[in-house]
C-alpha cells in the first residue's frame, strides 16, 4: 500500500456530480473535498482516511451506495492513526463503471491508499504547518542539519541517504516532539538541477533559479550592497530542484502574519538550505477558479528531496520533519521519506532546451480584444485627469488620493498544442534563454504546474539587509546592435526624470515627462520601504534591464529592516506593486476584480522561499499554468493610464508572451512592436 496526500477543500461542482451519480448522498459528506482524478486501472482495493469522524461516516455512507459487483466490506474504524484518526475501506472492484464514482469519491478523504494488481499510485503523505494555532506554537525543538560524506556522482548520494534514513528508522525516536533535520551529502560535480528534476517523477515538485547577480547594488552601512555578507554568492546555490514534502503550508485565507510564522518555526539560520518554497495568490479575497483549486491562497513545501546545484559542485539533500502537536510523529516522517527516497532515480535525464517539439492547434485569448478594448477605454474613463493629483500626492508622502489613476490589466491565452508539454522541459528551455531572470516551478500533486522566467525582484532578505527593485518601460529589443542601442538610450534618457522624482520632482516637470508609470513605481516602493525600514538608498545607475526580447528601465533600492519580524510587513506591503496592480492599490485591485473575467491565481504574485536568514522573492510574471492534457494557459498584462492607446497594450501583452509562443512553436506573423510614448508598466 502506499499513499497520496490531499488537502481536504469541498468542491460542490463534484458534489453535484456525486448527487446525480448516486441515489442518495448524506449532506454531512459536505464536511469532505472531492476532486476529479482519472480511475486508476487495476484498481483492487481502495482505503479512504479523513480528518473527522463526521467526514469518515460520509464516506462510509457514500461508499454503501456504490453499485459494486460484490458487496464493499463493513468500513474499519483506525483510531490513533497519525493526524487521520478515522477510515473506511472497500474491496474488491475490477473494471467496474462504478470505479469512476469512486475515484471521485476517493479525493474527499485527506489520506487515500490504492492498491493494484501489477503497481502501486503513491506521493508522499506530510503534514499541514499551517494548522490552527501553528504559528503560536513557538520554534520546534530540534533544527539541525548533518552532513555525510562527500560523494563522487547522484547515484553514490542517493544510496548513502537511503542508508542513513534506514540507519534513522532502526534508532529509538528523538525525545524532542517536534523538528526539523536536513541530512546531504555533497557532490563533486556540478549537476544540472533541472536535469535531475527531469529524472523524477514524485509530486508535489518546485524549482527556483535565482538570476545572476547584478554588478551594481546600492550600499548599506556594513554590508556589501544588499546587507550580506561578501561570500553570498559562494554559499548561494545556483538553482535548488526539490520533490515531496517534508511539511507542507496550505492556506484557504489570505496569507496572514500567523502563517508566516507557522512556516517560520520550521526554519533556521543555523541552517541556511532549509527554505520552503512556494507562491501567494495575487487576490486571495477572489475565488479561486478550478485550475488554481489545489494551490489554496498560498503554498510552500519544504521539500523531502532537494537537490542543490552550485557553480562548482552539487548536494543531495532529505528533509525529516516531525511535529507531535499537529499528530504527525517522527516515525510518520520516518517511514515516509523511506518510501520516497526508493522512488528517487539516481540519474539525470538530459533536457532539449531548443524546442519542445510541439506544435499549436489553437489559441483563444480571455478576453477578446474587443473586451480588451472596452476595459481599458472604461479604465481611461476613470483615470483621465487624475495623475497630476497622485503624483503631488506621492511628491508631499500622503496617501490622500482616491481616485483610480493607473490600473493593470492582464490576459490569460489558452494555448492547445498537439501534445503535451513536460513543465520541467519548458522550464529547461526558459532558464537556457534567461539569464537575468528568475526561473521558477511549483506543482501541487494531481494539480497543474505554475511555471515562469520572471525578470522582476520583489525583495530579497539577508539578516537586516533588504533588496528590492522598481521595473517599468518596456520597449522590444531591436533587430540591429544599432536599432538596440538607439532603443536603449532612449529609455536611459527617460530614466532620467525617473530619478529626479525621489527628489521631489516639480509637478510641471513630471506631467511632460514620457514615463510615469516608471516614476511611478520607484515613487512607491521607496515610499514603502521608508516606512517599514531605518534607511532607502537608490541606485541611480544600471538603469537598463535588458532580456532577450524586451528591454525595461530598472532601478535598485536596499534598505535595513529594524528586526527579522518586519519581513513579514515587507512582503505584505509590497504585494501588489503597481507594476503589477495600480494604484490606489485597492481601487486597482476592485477594478480589476470587476472587468478581469479570469481568475489571475498566483500570476503575478509573491514566489520564492523563505529561510532562516535569508528569503528571496520574484515577481511571478512571464508564466504560464501547465495541466494534464494538451492545454497551457499563458499570462501577460499592461499597464494603462491616461493617454494609453488600447491598441498598442495589447501588442504590447503579444510581445511579452512571445517567450511562450516562440517555444511552443506557433506559427504566425508576429505584429511588429510599435514605440509609443507611454507602453505602461511591465508586468
Not at 62 to 74: D, G
Not at 171 to 186: F, K, L, Q, Y
Not at 486 to 503: A, H, P
Amino acid at each position: 500500500m502506499s499513499g497520496i496526500t490531499i488537502v481536504p477543500l469541498i468542491s460542490m461542482r463534484i458534489f453535484s456530480y456525486l448527487h446525480s451519480r448516486l441515489a442518495k448522498v448524506t449532506t454531512c459528506a459536505r464536511h469532505c473535498a472531492a476532486v476529479p482524478c482519472a480511475a486508476p486501472s487495476g484498481l483492487r482495493h481502495l482505503t479512504l482516511e479523513t480528518r473527522s469522524d463526521v467526514a469518515a461516516d460520509a464516506a462510509a455512507a457514500v461508499l454503501a451506495l456504490l453499485p459494486w459487483p460484490v458487496a464493499p466490506r463493513a468500513p474499519d474504524v483506525v483510531r490513533d492513526h497519525g493526524m487521520f484518526p478515522r477510515s473506511c475501506s472497500a474491496r474488491p472492484l475490477l473494471g467496474h463503471p462504478a470505479v469512476q464514482a469512486l475515484t471521485f469519491l476517493a479525493r474527499c478523504g485527506a489520506r487515500v491508499q490504492v492498491g493494484r494488481w501489477t503497481t502501486r499510485l503513491s506521493c508522499s503523505l506530510s503534514m499541514n504547518g499551517c494548522a490552527p494555532a501553528a504559528g503560536d506554537r513557538g520554534a520546534v525543538c530540534v533544527r539541525e542539519a548533518r552532513a555525510l560524506p562527500a560523494a563522487s556522482a547522484p547515484h553514490d548520494a542517493v544510496g548513502q541517504l537511503r542508508a542513513a534514513v534506514d540507519a534513522l528508522r532502526a534508532d529509538a525516536p528523538p525525545a524532542a516532539p517536534s523538528g526539523m533535520i536536513r541530512i546531504e551529502v555533497p557532490i563533486r560535480q556540478r549537476v544540472d538541477a533541472i536535469e535531475w528534476l527531469h529524472a523524477q517523477a514524485a509530486l508535489p515538485r518546485c524549482f527556483f533559479s535565482a538570476r545572476a547577480p547584478l554588478p551594481d547594488t546600492p550600499a548599506l552601512p556594513g554590508s556589501n550592497g544588499n546587507g550580506v555578507a561578501s561570500d553570498h554568492h559562494r554559499q548561494q546555490p545556483v538553482s535548488v530542484a526539490g520533490v515531496g514534502s517534508a511539511v507542507f503550508f496550505r492556506g484557504t485565507e489570505p496569507f496572514s502574519l500567523a502563517d508566516w510564522r507557522a512556516i517560520k518555526r520550521f526554519l533556521s539560520s543555523d541552517c541556511p538550505l532549509i527554505r520552503a518554497y512556494g507562491a501567494i495568490r495575487f487576490d486571495a479575497t477572489r475565488d479561486a477558479s478550478v485550475e488554481w483549486e489545489d494551490y489554496g491562497s498560498f503554498y510552500f513545501i519544504v521539500p523531502q528531496v532537494e537537490f542543490n546545484e552550485f557553480e562548482e559542485s552539487s548536494v543531495l539533500a532529505t528533509t525529516i520533519a516531525w511535529d507531535d502537536s499537529l499528530s504527525w510523529t517522527w516515525q510518520n516522517a520516518v517511514n515516509e521519506l523511506q518510501s520516497t527516497l526508493q522512488k528517487i532515480s539516481p540519474c539525470s535525464v538530459q533536457v532539449n532546451t531548443s524546442s519542445l517539439q510541439t506544435t499549436i492547434l489553437s489559441l483563444n485569448h480571455a478576453p477578446t480584444k474587443a473586451s480588451w478594448d472596452l476595459a481599458v477605454t472604461k479604465a481611461l474613463q476613470r483615470i483621465k485627469g487624475r495623475q497630476r493629483e497622485m503624483v503631488k500626492s506621492l511628491s508631499e508622502k500622503k496617501e490622500s488620493y482616491q481616485s483610480l489613476v493607473q490600473v493593470v490589466l492582464a490576459r490569460c491565452s489558452r494555448y492547445i498544442t498537439d501534445s503535451c508539454i513536460d513543465p520541467v522541459e519548458l522550464l529547461a528551455c526558459l532558464k537556457a534563454e534567461g539569464q537575468n531572470a528568475y526561473q521558477f516551478c511549483i506543482q501541487p500533486p494531481d494539480a497543474p504546474a505554475f511555471v515562469g522566467n520572471s525578470p522582476e525582484q520583489l525583495f530579497h532578505r539577508k539578516y537586516l539587509g533588504i533588496s528590492s527593485e522598481a521595473l517599468a518601460g518596456t520597449r522590444a529589443r531591436g533587430k540591429t546592435r544599432a536599432d538596440d542601442f538607439q532603443i536603449g538610450q532612449d529609455l536611459l534618457l527617460r530614466f532620467l526624470s525617473l530619478l529626479k522624482i525621489c527628489n521631489c520632482i516639480t509637478i510641471d516637470e513630471f506631467r511632460v515627462k514620457p514615463e510615469p508609470c516608471a516614476r511611478i513605481a520607484l515613487v512607491v516602493i521607496q515610499n514603502v520601504l521608508a516606512m517599514i525600514c531605518d534607511e532607502v538608498v537608490v541606485h541611480p545607475s544600471k538603469a537598463l534591464r535588458k532580456l532577450p526580447r524586451v528591454q525595461h528601465l530598472s532601478a535598485q533600492l536596499a534598505a535595513r529592516i529594524r528586526n527579522e519580524d518586519d519581513e513579514f510587513e515587507i512582503l505584505n506591503t509590497l504585494h501588489p506593486s503597481p507594476a503589477v496592480c495600480g494604484l490606489p492599490t485597492e481601487e486597482a485591485r476592485q477594478f480589476i476584480r470587476d472587468y478581469e473575467i479570469f481568475d489571475r491565481g498566483m500570476y503575478a504574485g509573491p514566489v520564492g522561499w523563505f529561510g532562516g536568514a535569508e528569503s528571496e522573492f520574484a515577481v511571478g510574471i512571464r508564466s504560464a499554468l501547465l495541466g494534464k492534457g494538451h492545454s497551457t494557459l499563458v499570462y501577460a498584462g499592461a499597464g494603462i493610464v491616461e493617454g494609453t492607446n488600447p491598441s498598442f497594450e495589447w501588442d504590447e501583452l503579444d510581445l511579452k508572451a512571445s517567450q511562450f509562443t516562440k517555444l511552443l512553436q506557433y506559427q504566425e506573423q508576429y505584429i511588429r512592436y510599435q514605440e509609443v510614448e507611454n507602453m505602461g508598466t511591465v508586468i
